[in-house]
């Protein structure tokens, strides 16, 4: 069987072509990758831009040709940060199936994380505990983990493309960017470890591990912040960066009753 298996990230596209085999594994018969830069403005802004939008589907009906050329047996494609933060994300996805052909998916957060891990696993040897970090275009994901046992899973609004957006105006950067910039991570650590700290829940010594600030500004909108543990605030300073929100001071939904699991 043939699968062809499409990541829509923030600042590139991927696409590679297997051949599976009956015992479950894989061998690569193709890969392209294209700069697509689709969270380009989109991550300060909130919305998929026109222009980012073209460069998208032109790169995924190249990605279908080469799919079609190899007869895949079936199409795999996710989205990432950029697709789950902008507010016409799904009118994206909508296009890419009625145009393209084909349907993405949104990975969340966490979902990205297990899936960065996933890769990780079977393209080098992990002994003992890792700790697998992945900087992508949007975002940062640090996942941990045993053999194929993920214990935690951290996502931080630290990607390139948005950092760069954000903070970086000069090339060469110039030192006062580089300085801003260096603040900016050192204070998502700050407050993640703040936060962290006054927790005292069932998983927090889970949670702490990576004291980063969390991402899920779409999962507190569109799924009101049912993912555990729900404490975040809009009213501190970064709790719209933290997936899942770690404050003690109320959710951001106002669901401030939710429960967390027992401890496994």
């Not at 300060?44 to 995924?60: F, H, I, P, Q, Y």
């Not at 960017?177 to 260096?182: D, G």
């Amino acid at each position: 069987m043939k699968l062809a298996a499409i990541d829509l990230g923030s600042n590139s596209f991927h696409a590679v072509v297997v051949e599976v085999s009956a015992s479950g594994g894989f061998e690569v018969v193709d890969r392209e990758k294209d700069m697509v830069r689709l969270g380009a403005e989109t991550l300060a802004s909130g919305r998929l831009s026109a222009a980012a939008m073209k460069r998208g589907l032109e790169v995924l009906h190249k990605y279908k040709r080469i799919a079609v050329n190899h007869r895949v047996d079936k199409i795999l494609a996710v989205a990432t940060s950029a697709i789950r933060e902008a507010g016409n994300g799904e009118d994206f996805l909508d296009r890419v199936g009625r145009e393209v052909g084909f349907w993405p998916r949104v990975a969340s957060a966490e979902e990205e994380g297990r899936l960065i891990y996933l890769a990780a696993l079977h393209s080098v040897h992990l002994a003992g505990r890792a700790l697998v970090l992945d900087i992508g275009g949007g975002s940062v994901e640090l996942v941990q983990g045993t053999g194929n046992h993920i214990e935690s899973v951290a996502s931080a609004r630290l990607g390139t493309l948005r950092m760069t957006e954000r903070f970086v105006h000069s090339d060469p950067i110039t030192s006062k960017e580089e300085a801003r910039l260096v603040a900016h991570v050192a204070e998502a650590r700050t407050c993640a470890r703040r936060a962290s700290s006054a927790w005292s829940g069932p998983r927090a010594r889970s949670w702490r591990w990576a004291r980063w600030p969390w991402v899920s500004r779409v999962s507190a909108r569109r799924r009101r912040c049912t993912t555990w543990p729900c404490r975040g605030t809009r009213s501190t300073r970064c709790a719209g960066d933290w997936w899942p929100p770690i404050s003690r001071s109320g959710c951001a939904c106002r669901a401030s009753t939710s429960s967390a699991p027992t401890s496994s």
